[in-house]
């Protein structure tokens, strides 16, 4: 008989909480510009940590909340997050790293000697990875709120109704567009959250209100999208707010007939963008490693990516960058068409008004 039988399989949850409660403090880090998933893994996190440690511990993140839908959530379920410029610890504090990687430099850590003792996140990396006491990493699961949810159901805490709802809705954002896979314990999260969230709340946030300049991007970016062959690219040189970037990927890799995304818009000083890909029609965060390489810095999963292009950092001036962005779009979608067609030909637009 084996002298294993009997013996309770340690869960990762309870790996993390042994390694945690070597510290007097816990630290929780999302990416900078945290999306739903940021806020509610983190936020997930952080309730486990004082559930089960009953540690001093912050959600923090760099940047702002730009989406329309993301600051309406943040409005109606108030998580603890707090955006701050740099990090600064006391005492033992333990670091965790969520919804992002170490070696990206989209996060607060990127310039800090802080070094994290764990990474939550389900984003596909093509850098080298960095040594970490834990790091679980999961590329197949839809979100990293599935993974920081399994955690609390793990250890038999249960979330509030307001964390239910923002993992749930943080869950639904994360398989939007082409990325539409669950794995089996994605669904049984989703089951598991569904019974606790408000789903008066989660349709609220789903149809948040929107601003005018909002419209006018919308307009302008649909004006200004050109298709060559299966591959769409869509260049806004100037956008009055950074969420409708991922929206017009979104939207685009619905057409009939396009299978790959590029959206860039100029915002502040620097250029943003997001990729959307069909499901077998290319991995999304290679197309952006390919795209910006040497020009910025991106990441993401198979089928939705994004990155950005710090403009001081770059010499040329907008119309060459926005030249070399399509060359380099159409080679790493290794589409040879050199001249686009509009998604609304000019002539449609004055024929209709």
Known sequence: MSSEIGVKRTTRSSRLLEILGEFDNTLVITHDNPDPDAIAAGWAVLWLVRAKLGQSVRLVGGGGIVRAENQHMVRLLQPPIELIDSVQTTGNTAAI????????????????????????????????????????????????????????????????????????????????????????????????????????????????????????????????????????????????????IGEVADLLIRHVGVKRV?????????????????????????????TLDNLGQGGGHQQRAGGKIIRNRCSCNADELCDELRNRWLNACRVDRQRGTRLIPKREIVRNL
């Not at 310039?111 to 990474?119: G, K, W």
């Not at 979100?143 to 509030?160: F, G, H």
């Not at 000083?269 to 991995?283: A, F, K, N, Y």
């Open 97 to 244: 790293l969520v919804d992002c990687d170490l070696a990206a430099s989209n996060h607060l850590l990127s310039s800090s000697a802080l070094r994290p003792v764990a990474v939550i996140d389900h984003h596909t990396s093509h850098q080298t990875r960095q040594r970490v006491r834990f790091r679980d990493v999961r590329p197949k699961m839809a979100a990293s709120a599935s993974i920081a949810a399994s955690y609390l159901r793990e250890q038999d805490v249960e979330p509030d109704r307001k964390l239910a709802t923002a993992l749930l809705y943080a869950i639904r954002t994360e398989t939007q567009g082409g990325e539409t896979h669950h794995t089996r314990l994605d669904r049984q999260i989703v089951t598991w959250l569904t019974q606790r969230a408000d789903p008066k709340t989660l349709a609220e946030i789903e149809n948040a209100p929107l601003a005018a300049d909002y419209f006018s991007d919308l307009v302008l970016a649909l004006q200004n999208t050109f298709v060559y062959d299966d591959a769409a690219l869509c260049f806004l040189p100037q956008a009055q707010g950074a969420e409708i």
């Open 262 to 290: 590029l959206c860039a818009a100029v915002i502040g000083e620097d250029l943003l963008l997001s990729v959307r890909t069909e499901r077998g029609s290319g991995d999304a965060s290679e197309l952006v490693r390919q």
